[in-house]
């Protein structure tokens, strides 16, 4: 199984055994409302020291809160470390918040996940609405099993702002459910995540990742100088963003990604996406990929489809803005940069199939001698590149259909197409002229539908 796919299962099933733990929860008797609607975990005997395993605590907190009409919010009071060896679900809360800020969720000597497709959440947001989750510590110091930071499940109007998320086996940070959409309007903003597989993950609608700070430092972890810098499949650490088939809707913007495993940010078969604004450094594999492609058990290519790739910065990495089997594309005023004269990776690469794909007006630089800061296969169609800023000894390799217009030289502007003028070309240095020399060169004239008219010759003088 690829990895994307195990992922895939492993998020999947999720889900499924998020629901399972639900079902087992004593009922919580019904409380009424206190006066500032929180239930703080300290309540409900929970320690906060570090070493006291809080987990039945907390989930008696979490279903207090949701037994209270209204729903009360939870408080996890700061300057404690509370320690849980299972994960905590919180289910069914509406139009309330979760407070951390300054408190410590810590995994420590969990119930074992061995297998990777019964991945759990430490946290978990189930069926909930209208909900804020503020400013708490995830940490997993072991990565010793298959367990995630925050996962978020069939859920509507959750507003993740100021969670940091280390060390998990898994994901950070988690929008997941088995039918792509059913959780939607989620807000993921001002988070962390650190040491983690994947840094935040989604396949929900409406989402919101935005102003997030994503790391892996790939470069300067034991496994890279074990394995001598370069990745390998069996790694801990892979894509920082990933917005996965059937995501809707999605924005992922302002965040700073660095040095993952593989790409900074992954996207498979979506529609709908905005890339805006953020800077990706020193990935793996691409800094931005879109793709489309069909892979495993997925449905056939060319689904990702209206895509803006816009403002970005992505440099240092092993491929850098890469668009892959995808419709109504935009890439725009991003700058790229491979400042590595011997990776042979290009800045922006069009290819497999892709259509009704723009590349305009950003700034590329490539310090390879010889491959092409612009690449385009001869199975992509439709591809427009125009006012690019390409320095490169190769700018561009693509195939004869690709319209091309770009700044050749001081006053200068080039175009490797037809170049159709429907109201007519004026010329603004002419002078009288009766004499002609010799014809050294023809120059065809088209109509407004492309249709050859003849040819206009050139002299080698005129008097």
């Not at 994503?214 to 394995?227: F, H, I, P």
């Not at 895509?307 to 092993?318: E, K, L």
Request: glycine share 10%; aromatic share 6%.
């Amino acid at each position: 199984m690829g990895r994307r796919a195990a992922l895939r299962a492993g998020l999947a099933a999720t889900a499924l055994a998020g629901g399972a733990a639900l079902a087992a929860e004593p009922a919580a008797a019904a409380l009424p409302a206190s006066d500032d609607g929180w239930v703080s975990v300290l309540t409900h005997g929970a320690v906060g020291d570090g070493v006291t395993d809080d987990t039945a605590a907390i989930q008696a907190a979490f279903n207090a809160a949701r037994a209270a009409t209204p729903n009360l919010g939870v408080l996890f009071p700061a300057g404690r470390t509370y320690r849980v060896s299972n994960r905590v679900t919180l289910s069914g809360l509406t139009d309330t918040a979760l407070r951390g800020h300054g408190a410590t969720l810590a995994l420590v000597d969990p119930a074992p996940v061995t297998v990777k497709d019964q991945v759990r959440g430490v946290l978990q947001i189930q069926d909930c609405h209208r909900l804020k989750v503020l400013g708490l510590n995830l940490v997993d110091d072991t990565a010793a099993y298959w367990y995630s930071g925050l996962i978020i499940t069939a859920s509507t109007g959750i507003v993740v702002d100021g969670v940091v998320s280390r060390g998990f086996r898994h994901t950070g940070i988690s929008v997941w459910d088995n039918i792509p959409g059913a959780s939607n309007d989620i807000v993921i903003t001002n988070c962390t995540t650190e040491d983690v597989r994947f840094g935040i993950a989604s396949n929900g609608h409406d989402v919101r990742i935005t102003n997030n700070h994503v790391a892996m430092d790939w470069l300067s972890s034991q496994e890279a100088e074990d394995w001598g810098g370069v990745w390998r499949a069996e790694s801990k650490y892979y894509d920082g963003i990933n917005v996965w088939f059937g995501a809707d809707r999605t924005v992922i913007s302002g965040n700073t990604i660095t040095e993952c495993g593989q790409a900074g940010v992954y996207t498979q078969q979506v529609t709908n996406l905005v890339v805006a604004d953020n800077t990706v450094s020193g990935c793996q594999l691409r800094g931005i990929e879109v793709d489309g492609s069909a892979r495993g058990s997925l449905p056939r290519s060319g689904q990702a489809v209206g895509v803006s790739i816009t403002g970005n910065v992505a440099t240092n990495c092993v491929g850098h803005i890469n668009v892959l089997a995808s419709r109504d594309v935009t890439v725009v005023g991003n700058r790229v940069e491979n400042p590595n004269a011997s990776r042979a990776v290009s800045c922006v690469a069009v290819h497999q199939g892709s259509t009704k794909t723009v590349v305009v007006a950003n700034h590329l630089r490539q310090a390879h001698p010889s491959h092409p800061a612009v690449f385009v296969d001869t199975a992509s169609v439709d591809v427009t590149l125009a006012w690019n800023a390409v320095e490169a000894a190769v700018p561009y390799q693509t195939p004869a259909d690709t319209v091309i217009i770009r700044r050749s030289g001081a006053g200068q502007i080039r175009t490797e197409g037809k170049l159709i003028a429907v109201g007519g070309i004026g010329v603004g240095n002419s002078v009288a002229a009766t004499t002609p020399g010799a014809v050294v060169r023809k120059i065809e004239v088209f109509s407004a539908s492309g249709q050859s008219l003849g040819w206009v010759p050139v002299y080698n003088s005129i008097t």
